[in-house]
């Protein structure tokens, strides 16, 4: 893997010296799917210096892996197999901090890309405003994790996706360009899209430094309406039923019995039905009048439910929810149409058998389709791979797509992965040369994928 | 054209569909910006994608640059033919494909009416969400190439929020599928990407995007303000005040009065400055305490009168002035320049107060309809093209009303794209590193730069050269 490349360490040393000692330390590479070892973490200062490293990583050809909060880059590439490439350098924006051009009447600011989510929605929130990304690992998550990753959460169903928020980034790309691409407005048509293409990128085309983000009115109601069910099966066959009533539901989702340790938390536990192997939870964001009409509605589509939660509540047991589906050794996303969510279930169940799936965990989006199971031993055993390659098979055939999102690589050398055509992988290869002519970011790309 | 290519094409979609009688021609020499015109050297109507795909691989292998056409409402000259250009219409290709009411979602053709998809989606309690006032005649293909709003984005978003798949055909004829609900590779953003791509990258023959439930109700009031900057200012305060409304436009007196004189008056009073609408739409529920508290801030912030629509037919008589507004100017000049900005909203007072000065200092009549509740600005200069001076004033306000909503924080365009028309302005609001990126992507997606030449970006920005920066 590392054939023809020079010796990193020569490059290293520059780049500490450019930094001075105090902006690097060593730390251990974040997660499973790494081939876990120690790796130089630097912290650039400010805009100058990323330029600078940059510039040092283009002549000594390093590998630069950006980091936030560590959530996100070392999850597996999409594409073909082998492992990630490992950096030579892991760079933290953690110094990219804070929130700008804030005017809550314009319902946008500019946070850097060190910012946690939290520290933003704080911000936001005192002037009744709210920021509706929500991707797992939440409110730790930081804002140029959830621009490189462009995951979304469970709010997507209501609010849109990641890209649809972010209306302007800030980034020094592989050539060492200082590029602030779109704007601050909520409509901006000004030249190609490259805020789209960065968005969800995976760092392959630079360091970002910052992001502009479209807020939201936050709702005089947050209410979260749960019930418990005593099937998984059941809970995704009534959530199907849920995401068909004639409203956009903001959120919508089934969770198996750890999701639900949040909410058991949120009201106390105890009742009929504690410690349910499932639940559907819906959160309504919205006017009283409004939120008043929608409960009405869904109880008479599913009953009573098992409890609701109010404000503070309701968000921290989405917060819960979503903490909970960062963690795990090895974790698959699987995505079909959103009406053959309950199929995608059993699919799953078949393939992993029951064993697997008990000890691991499930999440699911009726509304979207998309299916997310983690686990410490998802995929553990000498049969995974065979397992893994049936799972993909078999939602292949009802038109979706699987893929791994962190998992170990002896696992994850049976799935195939998605194949893009030629033409496609293209696309990809000439457009991440045109930023990165040095391959200093590999990012979201395997060695020899293409 | 030679006789030799001519042949081609007709060999690949039959002697109806290709045209090159001059007469014919002329339809398509200009688009909804009516002071460019560029005839093309022929117009070729593909009636499905692989005939598409043969087209573009001809014009592709016989060097020759081609541009999609939907209905050419375009405002940004984006569909002309420029340098001699072939144009591709769409206009065969108007078939929606697939309505998926359990998925939420249709496939349909890039020549399908924008307004004819909701159509065909309503009966099954759905609907496709971006509305360009264009709606009764753009094509989806249109809106994906431009990233089209429309008066209702600011609750619902724009195009590019709602395409989830795109089959591509790149600008060598080669046929892709990018995206699709359902799937997910994990790779790069190459639909979102693509969108607002001002057919650049290749022309979308198939489009996937996302519908919504219908709203169970609207609500819609008109508040009458007697200064322009008023209306503006109350559209601040109804989005401080928590309420994200499904629209809020505004027309000023210009625009009134010519709506008022056409064949579709609506009714509004002729002695005001600025008319505002505020429409909530959802679940009835809680609209009529929306409506309220909107009409509340409309009053409080100066209103002389706000009139709320008792029902549908009111409210499609509020909407029908603000829809046709552009079409109404057609009575008070021979030309219009429909501009496209975007300012912070909390700067719209400051800056419509500016354009405003700009339009008396060269001596030109401009009317303002605009999106608003996005911050996004439509000053219409108002001349007549046959007289080159006022022409060259309308230049020179329209650079400067560009500088004034760069310099609030906004940008050259919100929804009518680059296109031919703004080129010029580009450079002002991107830096030169952002436009060698751009020129980058271009050249990524068509190397051999024959797919819509001569748009978006300016002359001479060009991709890095030299073969060690390659």
Redesign the interface.
Known sequence: MTGGRPDPEPGVERIQTLLGGAAAREVVLPGPGSETGRCLEVTPPDLDAVQALVRVAREERLRLRPVGAGAGLHLL???GSGPVPEPDLLVSLRAFQGVK?Y??????LRAGAGATLDSVEQTVAVH?QMLPLDPPGAGEVTIGGVVAM?TAGPLVTGF??P??QVLGLEMV?G?G?????G????????????V??M???RG?FGLILGASLRL???P?VDRTLWWRVDDLGRAARMGRRLA?L???LPALEVQDRVGQEGLETSTGGGGEGEGAPAGVMVRLL?????S???ERELRNAAGAPDATLDGRASADAALSRSRVEATGVTSL?V??????SERALEVLARALGSNRLERSHVALRPAA??LRVWGDELVAGPEAGEVLGALEEAVREI???V?LLAGRAPAEGRMAG?R??A??AG??R??R???D?DGILPG?WREGWR | MDSELQARLIEAVGPGAVLTDRDRLLVYESDGLTQYRYAPSAVVLPGSTDELSRVVGILHSAGHPFVARGAGTGLSGGALAVDGAIVVGTTRLNRILELDVPNRRARVQPGVVNAHLTRAASPHGLHYAPDPSSQSACTLGGNVAENSGGPHCLKYGVTCRYVTGLTVVLPHGEIVELGGMGREDGGLDLVGHFGGSEGCFGIATEIEVALLPLPEGARTLLALFDSLEAAGAAVSGIIADGFLPAALEIMDSETIRAVEASVFAAGYPEDVEAALVVEFDGVDDGLDEELEAARQRCLDGGATEVRVAAGADERAALWRGRKKAFGAMGRIAPDLLVQDATVPRSRLPEVLGKIREIGDRYGLKVANVFHAGDGNLHPNLLFDRRDEEEVSRVERASREMMEVCIEAGGTITGEHGVGIDKRKYLSLVLSDAVLEAMAQVKEVWDPAGLCNPGKVLPDGVRPPETAEER
């Not at chain 1, 919205?286 to 409004?290: D, L, N, P, R």
């Open positions: 590439p999409p594409w051009d005017e809550p009447a314009d319902l946008t009744g462009g849109g996706r890209r649809d790309d050539r360009r200082h590029l602030a691409l704007g601050r407005v909520v409509k901006n048509v000004a030249g190609f899209d490259l789209r293409l968005t969800g990128s392959a939201f009115p936050r005089v068909e004639p409203f956009t919205g006017s009283e009048s409004a008043r009409r929608l996303l995505q079909v149409l959103p009406d053959r389709g998309t038109g979706g797509s893929r998605a893009p055509s033409a496609v696309l990809h000439e457009l040369r045109a930023f002519p979201a």
